[in-house]
């Protein structure tokens, strides 16, 4: 009776003490956090790729990011969505590799939280090889740099006295050099790399000069066609013609520029031209482009339509692809509207300003129909 009589007078009392004061709320604290699927990644020596999903309870401006502990070069981290992705390469060495990054607030709502990556060693020598088991040189001195990997001390050696050989363990890459080869007949041998029980062999081949596609292609060349316009006033007349070549200027000469990538086509249909040409070594033939200057003064290499009564310049590469023994160059001239571009010629300005064709014995500008092909002049 007492108690029940003490619990009433203490009722009232709190209600008039919050009567007298004023009912506040509790404050609510609230406790940021992210929260991660996994506090570790492990996998084995072979490498591959982890992922940690994190879920995030921040306030709208809350950010979170990855942190590197250390700057270990076997591992990468980057943020997809709400997941950290861990890259992990291949462990070619014996020894267990130990890592870790952190989980944290860009405006330190919550306190970092690791996260280790882990990965078995090699039980086994590992041998990798970035090469071909063979590798042909052209005639003249060249190098190949290819790359080389393994969990323990590796050589790479050969029996060949033509060829010089280099090893970067740290930067994971050998190098193959090679002298010219001045001689009359191919060369070939066979390049070792070696670590412990793992071998691996590259068969190397040099040819010689006389094989070389790049050098085969230097010398005289004359333009053919099917059939030839012949046009002074730059219009395209309908009348066929028969060039002679001792009267109009169909040949030009191919000369070296830089081994293996371009050429210098001159006196390309008037004396005192210059027109540098890209080596295709996949085709092994060359690549003209067209609507280049070639003279000091406004002279340009232009094309044109059947179609047209006009010849119009254009700026376009042209592939002039060899036969098999490299005596012919076919240029593949393209279509438009099943007419074919059917040829060039060169241009210049009078003294007005007017476009003109350029004129002389030689007659550059005859326009050839059909197939236009630089044969070798012998």
Known sequence: MVLLTFRRIWSVALICAMLITGCKEPEIIHHWEVQLSVNGVSIDACGGERRVTVTPFLPEDGLWNIERNGTEEWFECSISGNDIVVLIQPNLDTVKREGSFNVVSSNSLFEPHQVTVTQEAAVETVLRVDAPESYQFDSVASAYTFGVSANTEWDITTSADWISLSRESEAQRATIAVEANDGSEPRAAEVVIAANDKSYTIAVVQDIHANNAYYRLLGKWEITATKWFYSPNGSLNSLDFSPNPSDYYLFFNLEEVEYGRTYKMRDFLYPGTELIVRYDKATGGIVIPFGWTVLSY?????????????????????????????????????????????????????????????????????????????????
């Open 298 to 378: 406004d002279v340009f290499l232009y094309v044109t339509l059947v179609s047209s009564t006009q010849f119009s310049y254009a700026s376009l590469e042209v592939d002039a692809t060899p036969n098999e023994d490299l005596s012919v160059l076919t240029l593949a001239l393209p279509k438009i509207d099943g007419f074919n571009y059917v040829g060039f010629g060169l241009w210049t300005y009078n003294d007005n300003g007017d476009k003109v064709a350029l004129g002389s014995n030689y007659r550059p500008t005859m326009f050839p129909m059909g197939d236009v092909q630089f044969k070798k002049s012998k």
